[in-house]
């Protein structure tokens, strides 16, 4: 078998068996992302894999740089990588994807046993900036119109109060709805 024969076998498996599976995105016909883990999970990573023209003679090119992978150091990177390469190493000349996929997902504890969450200074700062936000709008009051402000003084006396019985169509409906005391 030619090695685009290999490829379009392999795709056709891949496609059937995660046919369904949110871990499991299918980027082109040469290109996959697989994600370890759940998405909660602190531990969980995405592989991304491309199929060099001459797979599965040549190896995959394996990469970790997705943003999903942001919070993961450079070390622990590295170790998933040559971890991944010793696989390919040993699967070079067949079909690998599935296998590389499982193993990931078979020993994500393993290869993840010594992350430490790398945190940015971005994400720090625009808290600070939507809690500084958040206070200024809490300043901020309520500008009315020239006639928002004589519709009120129309209906407030000298004192700032309403007169007496500006609300009695309100009462009368309430005791509508709600009836009067029976007289029996």
């Known amino acids: 078998m030619t090695a685009n024969e290999d490829q379009e076998m392999e795709l056709e498996a891949l496609r059937s068996i995660y046919e369904g599976d949110e871990c499991f995105k299918e980027t082109s016909s040469v290109s996959f992302q697989f994600r370890i883990g759940e998405l909660e999970d602190k531990k969980a990573f995405i ?3 491309t199929w060099p023209e001459m797979y599965p003679e040549t190896a995959p090119q394996i990469s ?3 943003f999903f ?3 993961i ?3 622990t990177k590295q170790l998933i990588l040559s971890k991944l390469e010793e696989q ?3 699967n070079l000349g067949t079909a690998m994807m599935y296998t590389l996929f499982e193993w990931a997902k078979e020993n994500q504890e393993s290869l993840m046993e010594n992350h430490k969450p790398v945190v940015t200074a971005v994400t720090s700062s625009s808290d600070v900036t939507s809690a500084t936000s958040t206070a200024k709008k809490r300043e901020k009051k309520e500008q009315l119109t020239k006639s928002q402000k004589r519709k009120i003084i129309s209906k407030t006396d000298n004192k700032g109060e309403l007169p ?3 609300n009695w169509i309100d009462v009368i409906k309430q005791l509508s709805r709600t009836g009067g005391k029976d007289d029996e």
């Open 47 to 49: 592989l991304d894999l």
């Open 64 to 66: 970790l740089d997705s």
């Open 69 to 71: 992978n942001n919070r």
């Open 73 to 75: 150091s450079a070390e």
């Open 88 to 90: 390919v190493e040993a």
């Open 164 to 166: 007496r019985g500006w």
